[in-house]
């Protein structure tokens, strides 16, 4: 036996509760992990209130890193003590150890640790599919990404630095926005007292940008849109404020703009791709681009603390449970 944070019906944090599960041995294709640190991310929040559908009683949490235990039969690449990570397969990561797709597993190299893992596994592999993938960025643009100071956001500041992109992020504090900068935004914008659209004009002199990434949703659909340049993409990639609904007229109106609401099961597959896209996000790590550490951590018994901090925007970077 070991606990878990299960999931009997939807609703506010008070839903998760702290139980008692039965893990068992992996079976064909299967490895057991042990976790040391699982990643808190929103989309946990949208399955835990059913806006992204759930079978219940179900586990929650799709990113962990910890350490094979145990592998089944057929299992050639992932070994007993290798340290691992992952971001998709079942749900079930809020638990101190579970049985797994082996195929899902991403061996972690030597000079990353298990911490530094978890606030990167999900999180950098996000930024490595939206800026090389959904809108493959070359270097010199200069971009909108929205929630700059959040656990991706950190990440993509640092990646578009190091690219030589010219990252433009909002932010909702002075404080946030010296975290941003910090970590390589060249502007940020505070939505609580400056005006989005403006300010892309100013700072691109009227010009717009050629992307704009938005995980905030409905409250910035619009300012998003006056944001891009005629023909410019819409990567709407999260809903924190509330769905985007659209009226498809206003991207014609708006100047021809491209809309694309990606999701990472579409980008991460086959395993050798998620492979490539796990390099290339740890070559970041060692070469010293990006430098990544949970800003938050709870007991996986306070799981629903760290909800209830996550969506009272309270945190700053990646949040991660300690089992």
Known sequence: MTKAIRLHETGGAEVLRFENVEVGEPGAGQ????HSFIAVNFADIYFRTGLYPLALPNGLGTDAVGVVEAVGPGVT???VGDRVGY???PPGAYAQARVMPAEVLIPLPEGITDRTAASLI???MTAQYLFRQVYPLKGGETILYHAAAGGVGLIACQWARAMGVTMIGTVSTDEKAAIAKANGCAHTIVTSREDIAARVKEITEGKGVPVVYDSVGKDTLEASLDCLQPRGTLVSNGTSSGPVILDTRLL???G??????PAMRHYIEPRAHMLDMARELFDHVL???IVSEPKQSFAL???AEAHRALEGRKTIGSTVLVP
């Open 287 to 289: 070469a010293g681009h």
């Open 256 to 261: 021809s703009i491209w809309l694309t609401r």
């Open 77 to 79: 690449d992932i070994r």
């Open 252 to 254: 014609a109106t708006k």
């Open 301 to 303: 018994a306070d799981a």
């Open 122 to 124: 999900m999180k950098g």
């Open 31 to 34: 490895a057991r992990v042990r």
């Open 87 to 89: 971001l998709v397969g």
